[in-house]
């Protein structure tokens, strides 16, 4: 019986940059889809809540996020 003997390495783990970059081309294209229609759909709804903006008791933070301002401030006092 013949033994073969190996080199113990340890290949270092590929950056989470790779990784990414690999999940990426594995993907098919009705994930990249389906990804691309939710952004676009975010995008869409961020534009109508700055749209409509001066009906809500919030202002917008130096982020460009909602921050309400107070409970008063609300119509109906609710």
């Known amino acids: 019986m ?10 270092s783990a590929p950056a989470a940059g ?6 990426q081309a594995r993907r ?4 990249r889809f389906m990804e691309a229609l939710c952004e676009s759909r975010r995008q869409q709804a961020h534009r109508e809540i700055r749209r409509h903006a001066h009906l809500l008791p919030c202002t917008w933070d130096e982020r460009g996020e909602l921050v309400r301002t107070g409970a008063n401030d609300t119509p109906f006092g609710v």
């Open 28 to 31: 098919g294209w009705f994930a």
């Open 18 to 23: 790779k990784l990414e970059k690999i999940a």
């Open 2 to 11: 013949d033994g073969v003997t190996y080199a113990p390495t340890r290949d």
